[in-house]
């Protein structure tokens, strides 16, 4: 299972709901995909609601991508994640 990361460098396992959107593990709000910033060894997210950032790593060996438009996920990645239970 993917691990997300706070900033503080602690690790949380990615929970995602029924419509696919990465869950905040503080306040169970929806993460936003940011893209790469700068990085490209980690997916950022930032909380919708309590504006923290995370970050996930991006792994070589997933099947898919994360597409996003306007930094939300596309239903095509919501539905790869849903099946992979990440």
Do not use: Q, W
């Not at 396992?13 to 910033?37: S, T």
């Not at 997916?43 to 997933?62: A, G, I, L, Q, V």
């Amino acid at each position: 299972m993917s691990k997300l990361e706070d900033l503080h460098g602690t690790f949380y396992d990615a929970v995602i709901n029924n419509l696919g959107n990465v869950i905040c593990p503080h306040c169970r709000c929806y993460l936003v995909l940011g893209g790469f910033m700068g990085d490209p060894d980690y997916y950022h997210f930032r909380c919708s609601c309590c504006e923290r950032d995370f970050r996930m790593e991006n792994k070589d060996s997933k099947d898919f991508k994360f597409e996003s438009r306007n930094g939300i996920l596309t239903e095509r990645t919501r539905k790869l994640l849903r099946e992979a239970k990440y």
